[in-house]
Each structure stands twice: as C-alpha cells, then as structure tokens.
Nanobody, 121 residues
C-alpha cells in the first residue's frame, strides 16, 4: 500500500505564509503527477496546483503568483509554498499522487488525509 502524509497546515493572518508538505511512502516504484487540492465548507474539491515528474506545473487562476508547488523526487515529497494568503484560501488541503507500484502496476490514485488551512482577516 501507499500512504501520503501531509503537514504544515495551521492558522495564519491574511497576508501571511504557510508551507505544506506531503510525503509518500510504501510500495512505490515511481510517482507520476502530484498535486494539491482543497475543499472549503459547502464547496467542491478543487485543484490548487499540480506538478509532473519532470517538473512542469499548473495552477488554479486564484492562486497564480501567490502559491508555488515543488517536489523532491528522491524523497517522494511534494510541497506547496503559500504566500499572500487570503481568507478565501481557507480550506482543507489534500495531497494527491499518481503512483506506479511496479513497472506494470499503476498508476494508482492516492490521497492524503487532509490538513486544515485557516486564514483570518
């Protein structure tokens, strides 16, 4: 099995910064795309940022210029640096990874347990 463990959430004032981390462990041959999603109360889960194994990135329009996604392939870890945070960024943030468990097994879709980010005004 594969586990994704997130860390780094918390409470911050508007304009502040947080850095989220997500480490994947278990039966991993390789990881293709990784990403961060978020879900605010009463809303659908939405993509925040994604990154391929080669380092290509994409962002939701609402976070462009403020958030940066990166990854350390040697550590099977993805990061989300969040700057200039706004109250509307408040949500539970989830890590996602597309994992190959062997050369022929996968990719499988895995999710972290979620970490709360709260931005006060």
């Amino acid at each position: 099995q594969v586990q994704l463990v997130e860390s780094g959430g918390g409470l911050v004032q508007a304009g502040g910064s947080l850095r989220l981390s997500c480490a994947a462990s278990g039966k991993i041959f390789s990881i293709n795309a990784m990403g961060w999603y978020r879900q605010a109360p009463g809303k659908q889960r939405e993509l925040v940022a994604g990154i391929t194994s080669g380092g290509s990135t994409n962002y939701a329009d609402s976070v462009k210029g403020r958030f940066t996604i990166s990854r350390d392939n040697a550590k099977n870890t993805v990061y989300l640096q969040m700057n200039s945070l706004k109250p509307e960024d408040t949500a539970v943030y989830y890590c996602n990874a597309h994992v190959m468990r062997s050369l022929r097994q996968g990719p499988y879709d895995y999710w972290g347990q979620g970490t709360q980010v709260t931005v006060s005004s």
